[in-house]
């Protein structure tokens, strides 16, 4: 199982997100139509898209352009069972990160206060 959270930062996995959402709507979007929803400057898209090309969650097909950019793209399997197992990874991120070290304080903290009232 791939860990998106680990992969990618936060703002990369919203645009993954909308980009996953509008193509199991079945209106697939471009780099156009990213910019105009987040409200990027030109350009600003192609490092989120490059990223998600470099992870292997879209494949670059361009179309007729051929450019240094994506323009067009198509979302990869990697990319839809990502968020299939959405909740999962989330567990997987939050475990490490959030949970264990809040009891190892708290753990902590307990054998502290033990240790200090003898």
């Known amino acids: 199982m791939n860990n998106l959270f680990k992969d990618l930062p936060w703002s990369t996995i919203r645009i993954l ?4 959402k509008s193509y199991n709507l079945g209106t697939p979007v471009d780099s156009l139509k990213i910019r105009k929803h987040f409200k990027l400057e030109v350009g600003k898209e192609q490092p989120t898209l490059e990223l998600l ?13 051929k450019g240094p950019g994506i323009y067009q793209f198509r979302i990869t399997a990697k990319a839809l069972s990502s968020f299939e197992s959405f909740g999962e990874n989330l567990i997987v991120f939050f475990l490490p990160s959030c949970i264990i070290p809040t009891i190892v304080s708290i753990v902590t903290t307990v054998i502290v206060n033990i240790l200090i009232k003898r």
């Open 17 to 20: 997100r909308y980009i996953v």
């Open 53 to 65: 090309k470099h992870y292997k969650y879209i494949d670059s097909v361009n179309g007729f352009y």
